[in-house]
């Protein structure tokens, strides 16, 4: 059984007194939801959102983290940083990471490794661009980020990981792939899952939608039997919207 999972991305917005209300807010909106709730503040957000979020349904995901435990990195998050913060979550392989900040899969096989090693639970990203879509390799695209952000990971408890599919034309464009495309991606993804983790965990992986997620279009997304969950940016930032999602 596979227990949906509704995650807001943050992203670089809401100043620590502004995540703190918006956190606040939201608590008593989604003590009820049935799917699990996770947010995700910035780094700098993230201690007070805990304090916050203890003894309620809100789990607290990081947005990114470095693959190294400690050392000369300026600037850089390590998993044991999250880990010793009671972190449960860490978004990796994002889109606006590979795009802006020039990840590869190569490296976000490594975050994935060194989050599980430390007990965090991955929210592993992948998606195509719009022109990979129009020139129809959105499946090799995919099956190539899956395969290789996965890779060489048999020692650790693969439980943890979520899969979130987010095509990189639908994110903060209003434009929402549908949700036939989406279920279509999604099924392709748990097939590649298949191959790399095995049978018993394909079936088992949450994989998460994301791009343009809103209260008005969640339902019809989650009745899609590959789609497990949503993870989502802008509608995230504003507690009642959010909530609407979050119990769908
Ligand atoms: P939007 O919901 O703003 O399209 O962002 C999606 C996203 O990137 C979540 O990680």
Redesign the pocket.
Known sequence: MRVPLIAG?WKMNKTPKEALELVNALKPLVQNAAAEVVVCPTFVALSDVLKAAEGSNIKVGAQNMYHQDSGAYTGEISPVFLKAMNVEFVILG?SERRQYFLESNEEINKKVASALKHGLKPILCVGETLEEREKGITFDVIGEQVKKCLADLQQYNLEDVVVAY?PVW???TGRTATKEDANEVIGFIRQQLKEVLGEKLSVNTRILY????KSSNIRELMEMPEIDGA?????SLDAAEFAKIAIY
């Open positions: 991305n994002h987010e639908a994110i903060g994301g791009g343009s997620v993870l989502v940016g802008g509608a």
